[in-house]
C-alpha cells in the first residue's frame, strides 16, 4: 500500500514520522509478525554506497558523544557499553519457554545431538560488495537458557566502534559449541572472521561446530517452495507471516547510512525487530530439521512433513551415508512421488532386496519410465535368465525414449546373439 511506502521512505530518509505510530515493527496485534526475513547468499542485497556516507548536500554529523550514546541506548531500549575498544549498544530480548514461532516450538529438542550448548547468529551488514568497506554493524545472537530463549544483540554505533562489537561477539559465541546460521557458511562467518583479522583478533568460531541451515532447506524444500529464503521458509514450513512493516533485506544498509547521518534512531527499529525474529526463526527452523531427522534415522511415529520433503531428506541421508534412514524416507514419499520410488528401488536392488525393487521397476515402467525398462531387461537378462523378457523390455525402452540412456542397440545385438544360440 501506498502509506506502507511513505513509511519506509520516511524511515529511509530519517524521519521520525514512526514514532507516532504510523509505522510498528515486530508482533501485530493478530500475532503474526514482520514478513521479509533474511535471504540466502543469491537473493540478498548488494550495498554499493559508501559506509556512512550522508544524503547530497547533508552537512556531516560529528561522531557522537558518549552521553549521545547513552541517550541513544535508552530509545533503543537497550544499553550502551564502553570499553577499551570502543562502545556497543547491547540489546536483550527473551521468548519464554513454551512459546512457539509460528506453529514450531523455540525449545531445544529432547534429545539434541549438538556438541555443546547451541548458539544462533544472524549479521546485519553495510552491504554484500565485499572488500574493506563492508562490515557488520549488528549481530543478533541466541542461547537457550532455562527460562526460554535469550536474544541478544551488539551494534555499533558507527565504524571507530567496529571492534568492540567484535569483542563483544567473541565473548558470546565463547561458550558455544555449536554456531547455527542460515548461509553463514557463505557470508556470515566468513565476514566476521575476515573483520577480526582485520582487527588482529583472533577467529571467534575456532573449534566450533558450523551447522548452516540453508542447505538443509533446499534440500528438503526446493521442489516444493517457490524458494528457498528464509522468509519463504517462515510462511510456508513455521508458519510465520512477517507484517507488512517489516524492513525489507534491501533497506537494512541504507537506514544504517541514515543513522550515521543524521543519528536519528527511528530508522533502526525494524531493523534490530528483524535482525531479532531472524534468530528466533534459525531456533525454530533447527527444531523442525531435527524432527524430519530423527523420525528418519530412529523411526517411529508419523512421517515429518510431506512427500516432497521426505524424498530431500533421504536423499541428503543418502549422501552421508545413512541408507537405512534414506530408505525410509523414500519408502515414505514413493506413492506420491515416483523419483521416491525410483530412488527406493535403487536402494533395495543395493542391499539385496531385488525383488522389492522389481516390483518398483514394474510399477514406474507402466508410467513409461524409460529407466525402469532398462532396469527390467538387465533384469530378465543376467537374473531370470530370460532373454525373450530382456528383448521386450529393450523395444519398451527404447519406445520411451531409452536410447539416450543406454546402449540399447547393443543391448539389442547381445540378446539376438543369444537367442539365436551357440550356432
Known sequence: PVSDLAARLRALRGDDATRDGTERHGTEPDGSVRDGAAQDGSQRERGTHAVGAPPVGARPVPPPSPEALEAIAYRLRGEAVHGPDGTHLRLVHRV????????????????????????????????????TGTFAFLVAFAVHATDGLEVRLAFAPGPQHERALLTAVAGWV?????????????????????????????????GREHLDLL?????????????CTLSEVERSILGVRRSRADVPGAEVPSRYRSFLSNLEVAPLEGVISHARDDVVALAALRRRVHAARAWAEHGGGEPVGGASERHGLGRALEASGRTDAALRCYLAAEAERPEAAWDAARLLRRTGRVEEAVARWHRLAAEDDPRAWIELAKHHEHRRRDVVGALRAVAQAERTGGARLDDLDYRRARLEAKRAGPG
Request: proline content about 15%; charged content about 20%; overall charge neutral.
Open 215 to 227: 542447505p538443509w532447506a533446499r534440500r528438503l524444500w526446493r521442489t516444493s517452495l517457490p524458494s
Open 174 to 206: 565463547r561458550d558455544a559449541g555449536t554456531v547455527v546460521t542460515y548461509n553463514g557458511a557463505s557470508f556470515d562467518l566468513p565476514l566476521l572472521r575476515t573483520r577480526a583479522r582485520l582487527h588482529r583478533l583472533p577467529d571467534p568460531f575456532a
Open 96 to 131: 519464554p519457554a513454551g512459546v512457539p514461532y509460528g506453529t514450531h516450538p523455540v525449545d531445544p529438542p529432547a534429545d539434541d545431538p549438538a556438541a555443546g550448548p547451541v548458539a544462533y547468529l544472524d549479521a546485519e551488514t553495510t552491504g554484500l560488495a565485499g572488500g
